[in-house]
């Protein structure tokens, strides 16, 4: 299996679920709702390292710098454009 970060998933990731973590750059966890649609823009091959019991994300030092770059780029409420990051 290998490890896959937030900017690997990205283009997979719905918009509702962008715009959530753009919203929400300084989380450290990550909500179950949120984490289960990170999984779902996963393929079998790719995991999540880090999700705890309660089924939360626990955000690595590089997918909080992604998403604080993406949240400081992009405003909250307009769409990422298409082949960003």
């Known amino acids: 299996m290998n490890s896959t970060s937030i900017e690997g998933l ?3 990731l719905d918009p509702k679920t962008q715009e959530w973590l753009r919203a929400h750059p300084g ?3 990550l909500p179950r709702s949120v984490t289960e649609a990170l999984v779902r823009a996963g393929d079998q091959q790719d995991t999540l390292e880090g999700v705890d019991q309660h089924g939360q994300f626990l955000l690595s030092p590089q997918d909080s710098s992604f998403l604080k ?3 400081a780029s992009t405003p909250v409420d307009h769409p990422v454009p ?3 990051p």
């Open 69 to 71: 770059s993406m949240a």
């Open 27 to 29: 989380s450290v966890i």
């Open 10 to 12: 990205w283009t997979r």
């Open 82 to 84: 298409p082949g960003r």
